[in-house]
């Protein structure tokens, strides 16, 4: 079965920081372009960012700077480091990967930026 499991979410103050992981089962990871999602309640799901299976990444406007995508082909991860979190980063974050024709999902992790 395909699976990814996400790690480090949780409740943080604004200006910490905190380093997401998701981990890839069942699938041949090196050809995914893998990505973070985030949905808070009232939005619509939207793009964090993304590194392909070359290492191109792609960051939304609101995370640039602050934000880094990483992965680790040997070990099926994928990461997001998270710095200077704000109280608007505070969302539902979502592992993804995809390929034509083929994506999937994680489950989510609660992020949570407040005092």
């Known amino acids: 079965q395909v699976q990814l499991v996400e790690s480090g979410g949780g409740l943080v103050q604004p200006g910490e920081s905190l380093r997401l992981s998701c981990a890839a089962s069942?699938?041949?990871?090196?050809?995914?372009?893998m990505g973070w999602y985030r949905q808070a309640p009232g939005k619509q799901r939207e793009l964090v960012a993304r590194?392909?299976?070359?290492?191109?990444?792609d960051y939304a406007a609101s995370v640039k700077g602050r934000f880094t995508i990483s992965r680790d082909n040997a070990k099926n991860t994928v990461s997001l480091q998270m710095n200077f979190l704000e109280p608007d980063d505070t969302a539902v974050y979502y592992c993804?990967?995809?390929?034509?024709?083929?994506?999937?999902w994680g489950q989510g992790t609660q992020v949570t930026v407040s005092q």
């Open positions: 069942g699938i041949a990871f090196s050809v995914y372009t």
């Open positions: 993804h990967a995809d390929r034509p024709g083929f994506e999937y």
């Open positions: 590194i392909t299976r070359g290492g191109n990444t």
